[in-house]
């Protein structure tokens, strides 16, 4: 079965820059197609960016654009979220998700996945 598990997250200043880590159990990650999302309280969720399986191609929210970015770590089986330039409207409950369909191409919206965990906090005061 495979799993995702979020981490990394936490109260940062405005901006700050944080690492979030999505670790991956019962596959190899480089194999899988992952895609990071976030959701603030009332708010939907939304696309925050993704990574391609093998390729590793990527691709970014616009309102993300330039500040953050997404790789992996084969070794450890782990795909990042690298965040810089924080602000408080990035405060959201932060989650990393796989595609179903394994596409070569990034979905953005939420309801095209399905395998969500805990996700991880992000809290950003000004």
């Known amino acids: 079965q495979v799993q995702l598990v979020e981490s990394g997250g936490g109260l940062v200043q405005a901006g700050d820059s944080l690492r979030l880590s999505c670790t991956v159990s019962g596959r190899t990650s480089s194999s899988l197609t992952v895609v990071w999302f976030r959701q603030a309280p009332g708010k939907e969720r939304e696309f925050v960016g993704g990574i391609s399986h093998d390729e590793d191609y990527t691709s970014y929210a616009d309102s993300l654009k330039g500040r953050c970015a997404i790789s992996r770590d084969n070794a450890k089986n782990t795909v990042y979220l690298q965040m810089n330039s924080l602000k408080p409207e990035d405060t959201a409950v932060y989650f990393c998700?796989?595609?179903?369909?394994?596409?070569?191409?990034?979905?953005?919206?939420?309801?095209?996945?399905?395998?969500w965990g805990q996700g991880t906090q992000v809290t950003v005061s000004s």
């Open positions: 998700t796989r595609d179903p369909l394994n596409r070569l191409t990034i979905a953005t919206k939420a309801y095209e996945y399905f395998d």
